[in-house]
């Protein structure tokens, strides 16, 4: 079946520092893929998403790009900031109507001045 | 308007008892998501409704879990004879249409003591 694995965290960087975080899938047909954040105390909110291969999804200063080739969506920021610390969460939908999705295990990041 | 609110937001309950959870979707939306959050884990998709066709059960674990729609309002998530494995965060969603982004609830932390 569909399924979503990202890199173990907790990932710890300085201010202004780069962030890539890895995120690999597997799927049937053409998922479209998502990055989900949750902030510390707060809901889980869509960060960005791509919907066919080759699209690159943006927010926030952080993007993601969609490679089919290599089945990855890593998300990537220039320069992250304290208040980026959160988990953040990698995720599919897949082909079927349901438009369930499909989560990663999540990624702690933590950003220290 | 109001976001995707669920009720209780914590419970503990002791082993073997039922429980009820609730969430309110947001107004206008026909999809609407119940998923699981362990400690530690990603999200896993229990059931989904939309409208009123047949919801797709797929995800829920055991025949102790249940979950009900009334039309395109408030949905309830039960779990009987509750165990200690059953602790988690419930967290429900709710969309336009399946192909819609999600909105997420606060969540209710079910602690099985």
């Known amino acids: 079946g569909d399924s979503v694995t990202q890199m173990e965290g907790p990932v710890t960087l300085s201010e202004e520092a780069f962030l890539t975080i890895n995120c690999t899938y597997t799927?049937?047909?053409?998922?479209?893929l998502f990055w989900y954040v949750q902030y510390p105390g707060e809901g889980l909110q869509l960060l960005l998403k791509a919907t066919k291969a080759d699209d690159k999804g943006s927010n926030k200063g952080f993007e993601a790009t969609y490679r089919k080739e290599t089945t990855s969506f890593h998300l990537e920021k220039g320069s992250v900031q304290v208040s980026d610390s959160a988990v953040y969460f990698c995720a599919l939908r897949g082909s079927s109507n349901t438009g369930k999705l499909i989560f990663g295990q999540g990624t702690t990041l933590q950003v220290k001045p | 308007g109001a976001g995707v609110s669920q009720s209780p937001s914590n419970k503990v309950t002791e082993k073997g008892k039922d429980v009820e959870l609730r969430c309110d979707p947001i107004?206008?939306?026909?999809?609407l998501y119940w998923y699981r959050q362990r400690l530690g884990q990603g999200l896993e998709f229990l059931i989904y409704f939309q409208g009123n066709s047949a919801p797709d059960k797929s995800g829920l674990p055991s025949d102790r879990f249940s979950a009900e729609r009334t039309g395109e309002s408030v949905s309830t998530l039960t779990i009987q004879r509750t165990q200690q494995e059953d602790s988690a965060v419930y967290l429900c969603?709710?969309?336009?249409?399946?192909?819609?982004?999600?909105?997420f609830g606060p969540g209710t932390r079910l602690t099985v003591t």
């Open positions: 799927a049937t047909g053409y998922p479209s």
């Open positions: 969603a709710s969309s336009l249409d399946a192909r819609s982004e999600q909105y």
């Open positions: 107004s206008g939306h026909t999809a």
